[in-house]
């Protein structure tokens, strides 16, 4: 499917149900398919609502007397006037069969509180972060990379993405290539910012699965980088639920230690997201 953006904004759209309490009902601003399992969108942003960059919140549609509610990461920088979001979409899902039909001035329902684990307060600062995703879990990173904050507390950033097919990779690739111009931590990412990706379906330049690449080296081999270490390394970690577990077992079997907003440590992993 060709990519297509919708930018114009028509006058919002009265929602059919009443708003939720506890809920901000707010307009989509812009949608973007990449293939006909991905996309993604922007809404506004309510001036009371704060996140941090990582964070996930609730979010769902005014199409029913008690609205779906799921878990989203938020792909937008807490610095960002619009709130962005990276979504799969699902035939008979609960929530996407019909998330993934929106259009400009449509009302999206955003709970008031953000929440996460992968988030810069979750690990102690070191030389690389690693952010390893695979499918629509490049959300929370897509956040972090846009976020000064990151380039503060880590010397290089090393952003890993591996899907299905070429295509699913796009997202991650306009990101990153937009990157070099922003105005705003351009000049931070210049020279720190790595961008790896493989496939594990259709051919690419590099193939597997981001575990065997761990694994037999050539994750590190192709960064010139040494294998996962305490001293110098640490590690987020957001995908499908297999992936979560196979990478949380290797870091861990290099000695990282599990982070969280109270205790900070090496590595933490986003167990709200399945993507």
Not at 87 to 112: A, Y
Not at 115 to 120: D, E, K, S
Not at 198 to 217: D, F, K, Y
Request: proline letters at 7%.
């Amino acid at each position: 499917m060709d990519s297509a953006v919708l930018r114009e904004i028509p006058e919002e759209k009265t929602p059919e149900f009443p708003i939720p309490a506890g809920c901000h009902a707010e307009r989509v601003v812009s949608v973007k398919h990449y293939t006909d399992r991905l996309f993604s969108f922007r809404i506004t942003r309510p001036q009371s609502f704060r996140f941090r960059s990582g964070e996930f919140v609730m979010i769902g549609l005014p199409n029913a007397a008690k609205p779906v509610f799921r878990a989203y990461s938020i792909a937008s920088p807490a610095w960002d006037d619009e709130i962005e979001f990276y979504s799969i979409k699902v035939p008979d899902g609960p929530l996407t069969q019909h998330l993934q039909k929106i259009q400009p001035g449509d009302t999206v329902l955003l709970r008031q509180k953000s929440t996460g684990t992968l988030v810069n307060d979750a690990l102690t600062p070191a030389k690389n972060l690693y952010m390893i995703s695979t499918g629509t879990g490049i959300a929370p990173f897509a956040s972090l990379i846009r976020e000064p904050e990151t380039y503060d507390k880590f010397e290089r950033i090393i952003l890993t993405h591996t899907c299905r097919d070429v295509a699913e990779l796009e997202y991650g690739n306009e990101l990153v290539a937009a990157l070099k111009d922003d105005p705003l931590i351009g000049e931070l990412v210049e020279g720190r910012l790595v961008h790896f990706t493989s496939t594990t379906r259709e051919t690419s330049p590099v193939m597997g699965r981001i575990t065997a690449l761990i694994e037999n080296g050539e994750l590190f081999k192709a960064l010139g980088t040494e294998p996962f270490n305490r001293e110098n390394d640490r590690v987020m970690i957001c995908g499908s639920m297999e992936m979560l577990k196979d990478v949380k077992a290797l870091v861990e079997k290099a000695g990282l230690k599990e982070g969280s907003n109270a205790e900070p440590a090496d590595f933490v992993v986003e167990r709200a997201f399945v993507g």
